[in-house]
């Protein structure tokens, strides 16, 4: 089972990026997924979720209005679309899968995990 990040990148502040999760290895149509972040020095942070379905979402207060996942269960993949990108949203983005059909917004409830893409957004 993979999971496999992609789409990070350098953009200036107030540009936009969008992420890719594709899953490999099984399938996650029934599975809650979600994104984490981890800035150089920090602890890793709740981005946004998405249940099973792709009509339930969640996402950190701080992301709220900019950020917007889905997903698309036929190709097994959860996409992040970044808007209005600030400085602070700097970090290694993971993408993470769970044994939930709901929203679920804590690492623990999280079984798999990629292996990060990185974004930087320059002021």
């Known amino acids: 089972v993979q999971l496999q990040a992609s789409g990070g990148g350098l953009v200036q502040a107030g540009g936009s990026l969008r992420l890719s999760c594709a899953a490999s290895g099984r399938a996650f149509s029934r599975n809650n997924m979600g994104w984490f972040r981890q800035a150089l020095g920090k602890e890793r942070e709740f981005v946004g979720a998405v249940d099973w379905s792709g009509f339930s979402t969640r996402y950190a207060n701080s992301v709220k209005g900019r950020f917007t996942i889905s997903r698309d269960n036929a190709k097994n993949t959860m996409y992040l679309q970044m808007n209005s990108l600030k400085p602070e949203d700097t970090a290694l983005y993971y993408c993470?899968?769970?044994?939930?059909?709901?929203?679920?917004?804590?690492?623990?409830?999280?079984?798999?995990w990629g292996q990060g893409t990185l974004v930087t957004v320059s002021s």
């Open positions: 993470a899968a769970g044994s939930f059909t709901t929203v679920q917004i804590g690492p623990s409830s999280y079984d798999y």
